[in-house]
């Protein structure tokens, strides 16, 4: 029984008689009780029915969940996932793909990986030794001159520390303040250190009324590298380049003299594979998970219409064909065997995939466009939307139906209760009344006993001598 079903047999209490009828009474209150309660037994074992297909439910909620995150991976894969990179000297240079990346061949020769400008304050009268209380200035702000670019900089107090913390937060667009110790351990001397934030020749200044703190600076310049054969360098203020749309390369060394290194960007059919494989072990616990459901002995919920209605959800995903046998999953190697699970034939992916990989990224599209994600993604939310999912409808549905089944019992249990008091007082009263006859025939008989010389037998009343 549920634990949240009520037992009709917390309603009987017990009976104590006096008279010698006592334990028949009893008998005969129990047995009212007992068909009493049969309508509450009815409402507890329907409780427990719904109980059990709310259970079933949230199971299969989760495990299309599963599925629904399946697609979700796949959908990822296809935007960040379906290339590969290879680099000829990865000391060199390093490549990073991100989504909008296409399939090609890039030749780069790092003619110079630039610098940055760099400063560092003048030694004060006094050395900085604690930095934390000490500072350049006692100016309340300062200007920062950055190139053509300059900024007022308002640390909260005059220390060197919190003038770094300023410059970081206030111009850290344009510099990279530190405190560094250019004095010993033991006699420090802290001045400010600042470093542009991309390569080239700017100058760094920062003055106080006018005054530069600064007592040296110097020059950075471009990074500067060759695409492709072309003769003409291209200059960067940054060692992150990009190379085409979703394809970035960072500088990491200059190139021997003349060199180049290759960077090939190449389809990546294993990860989609991978991703399949992933959606299809998902998609056979579905299936698994609703074959419990299907024919004699189907369990809570037998002909349920969720349970077709999932069945048919899966063989629309396992079937899945964008209007031609080539635009097709089976296409691929991904195929629905006679017991409905689905299957990756890797060795026909991989050949399928190598031939017709721009034919697959059709047939899979995206979770927002079109293709298989966009059909399985559109057909899983309707299944599993907090709001509008069937199957979350079903659950939020089984949860009223059993909060007022609660509601029935508890009022079931209020009538039996009532009827089991009453009855217990009737049978109560003739107990009593019994036990008082009993005492009325006990004293005639003890009486006739006396005038007549009987004697007075417990079991057979009056008894001649």
């Known amino acids: 029984m549920s634990s949240n079903s009520i037992s009709p047999d917390s309603l009987t209490q017990g009976f104590s008689g006096v008279s010698k009828y006592a334990s028949s009474l009893q008998s005969v209150l129990q047995r009212a009780e007992a068909i009493a309660a049969l309508p509450l037994q009815s409402l507890n074992n329907g409780l427990n029915d719904l109980n059990a297909k709310q259970s079933a439910v949230q199971g299969l909620e989760t495990t299309f969940l599963s599925v629904q995150q399946s697609i979700s991976s796949l959908d990822n894969t296809l935007k960040t996932g379906i290339l590969n990179s290879s680099i000829s000297d990865a000391g060199i240079v ?6 909008g990346a296409t399939a090609g061949s890039y030749s780069i020769e790092v003619t110079s990986l630039g610098a940055f400008s760099t400063s560092l304050s003048r030694a004060g009268s006094t050395a900085v030794s604690n930095p934390s209380s000490q500072g350049l200035s ?16 308002t640390p909260a107090s005059t220390s060197l520390i919190d003038l770094v913390s300023a410059i970081n937060s206030q111009a850290g667009d344009k510099v990279q303040a530190t405190a560094v110790n250019v004095g010993s351990t033991s006699a420090p001397d802290y001045r400010l250190s600042l470093r542009a934030v991309k390569l080239g020749s700017d100058a760094i200044d920062l003055t106080d009324g006018g005054t530069s703190l600064l007592s040296s600076s110097t020059a950075g310049s471009l990074a500067s590298y060759k695409l492709n054969g072309l003769p003409t360098a291209i200059t960067s203020d940054s060692r992150t380049i990009t190379l ?28 989609v594979s991978s991703s399949l494989s992933s959606f299809a072990r998902a998609y056979n616990s579905a299936v698994d998970a609703l074959a419990q459901y299907h024919g004699q002995g189907g369990g809570v919920l037998q002909g349920d219409s969720v349970v077709q209605t999932l069945t048919g959800l899966l063989q629309k995903l396992g079937n899945y064909t964008n209007g031609s046998p080539s635009n097709s999953l089976a296409a691929f190697g991904v195929t629905l065997d006679k ?47 907090p709001a509008t999912g069937f ?7 089984i949860s009223n139906s059993i909060l007022r089944q609660k509601a029935k019992i508890s009022d079931q249990q209020a009538t039996l209760s ?4 009453s009855l217990t007082a009737r049978i109560a009263k003739a107990d009593s009344t019994l036990a008082s006859l009993e005492s009325q025939v006990s004293y005639i008989t003890g009486l006739f006993a006396s005038y007549t010389g009987a004697t007075n037998s417990q079991s057979n009343g009056l008894q001649t001598l």
């Open 138 to 153: 006692s100016s309340a702000s300062l200007q920062l001159t950055v190139g053509s670019s300059s900024t007022t900089i």
């Open 391 to 397: 199957l979350r409808n079903e659950d939020s549905d």
């Open 244 to 271: 085409s749309l979703g394809v970035t390369a960072t500088l990491l060394s200059e190139s021997p003299s003349g060199q180049s290194t290759t960077i090939a960007v190449v389809n990546n059919p294993s990860a």
């Open 94 to 99: 390093s490549a990073s793909i991100q989504s």
């Open 339 to 385: 017991t409905g699970h689905l299957s990756v034939a890797s060795t026909t992916f991989s050949s399928a995939a190598g031939a017709n990989f721009s034919t697959l990224l059709s047939t899979l599209g995206s979770g927002t466009t079109s293709g298989f994600l966009k059909t399985a993604t559109d057909l899983l939310a309707g299944a599993e939307d």
């Open 418 to 421: 009532t009827l089991q008091k």
